[in-house]
Nanobody
Framework: QVQLVESGGGLVQAGDSLRLSCAAS????????MGWFRQAPGKERNFVAA????????YYADSVKGRFTISRDNAKNTVYLQMNSLKPEDTAVYCC?????????????????WGQGTQVTVSS
C-alpha cells in the first residue's frame, strides 16, 4: 500500500516556474516507478512524466518535454516535478501516481495508487 500526498501547486503567470512535490508513505517507495498526470476541467486525465525506480530513466509527454523535469529522492520518499516556462494550457490538477511496480508505464489505467492532486493555474 502506498499513500501519496502532493504539494506545491498555486497560481502563477505565464513563463513562471513551480515545483510540485509528492510525498509517499511506506517502505516500498524505492521499489516503484512513479508518474505525474494532469487533468484540466472537462478533459481526460493525461500523462505528464514518469521516472524509473532508480531515477535514471525519465519519460515525458511531448507537450512538456524540455520544460518539465521529473526527479525523485528515495531517501525522502519524494518525487518532484519541476515545471518551467509555464503556459496557460498547463492549467490543471496535477496528481502523482504509482503503478505499484518497478515498470515505467504511461497509461493511467496501469497506475494503482493516486494522490488527491494539487491545482496549478497559469494566467496569461
Amino acid at each position: 500500500q502506498v499513500q501519496l500526498v502532493e504539494s506545491g501547486g498555486g497560481l502563477v503567470q505565464a513563463g513562471d516556474s513551480l515545483r510540485l512535490s509528492c510525498a509517499a508513505s511506506g517502505r516500498t517507495f524505492s521499489s516503484y516507478a512513479m508518474g505525474w498526470f494532469r487533468q484540466a476541467p472537462g478533459k481526460e486525465r493525461n500523462f505528464v512524466a514518469a521516472i524509473s525506480l532508480s531515477g535514471l530513466s525519465t519519460y515525458y509527454a511531448d507537450s512538456v518535454k524540455g520544460r518539465f523535469t521529473i526527479s525523485r529522492d528515495n531517501a525522502k520518499n519524494t518525487v518532484y516535478l519541476q515545471m518551467n516556462s509555464l503556459k496557460p494550457e498547463d492549467t490543471a490538477v496535477y496528481c502523482c501516481a504509482s503503478p505499484g511496480a518497478q515498470w515505467v508505464v504511461t497509461s493511467p489505467t496501469r497506475y494503482n495508487y493516486w494522490g488527491q492532486g494539487t491545482q496549478v493555474t497559469v494566467s496569461s
